[in-house]
């Protein structure tokens, strides 16, 4: 069973940084594109940052310059660094993976259970 355990939240101050990192556990064949979520209290989930199998990123307007996500292939963690944080950065971030089990062989997606980021100002 493929499981995804993010790590790294807590109460940052605004101005801060926090690096975030998520692993991925199980009978893997392969993982394609991962990625970072975030959903604030009365918002809908919404990407941070995606990183494909190849190391192509792409961040949200709203991080761009302040994120970089990085993964490492080899131990199948996907991490996310934040700086100048901002109290609008206070949200769960979860980790999204596109993986494909070892004896299934079809790709899905599987989520992290998340992990709360509170900026303070």
């Known amino acids: 069973q493929v499981q995804l355990v993010e790590s790294g939240g807590g109460l940052v101050q605004a101005g801060g940084s926090l690096r975030l990192s998520c692993a991925v556990s199980?009978?893997?064949?392969?993982?394609?594109?991962m990625a970072w979520y975030r959903q604030a209290p009365g918002n809908e989930r919404e990407l941070v940052a995606g990183?494909?199998?190849?190391?192509?990123?792409n961040y949200a307007d709203s991080v761009k310059g302040r994120a970089t996500i990085s993964r490492d292939n080899a131990k199948n963690t996907v991490s996310l660094r934040i700086d100048s944080l901002k109290p609008e950065d206070t949200a769960v971030y979860y980790c999204?993976?596109?993986?494909?089990?070892?004896?299934?062989?079809?790709?899905?997606?599987?989520w992290g259970r998340g992990t709360q980021v509170t900026v303070s100002s």
């Open positions: 999204n993976a596109e993986v494909t089990p070892r004896i299934l062989r079809v790709q899905s997606t599987y």
């Open positions: 990183i494909t199998s190849g190391g192509s990123t």
């Open positions: 199980g009978l893997i064949f392969s993982i394609n594109t």
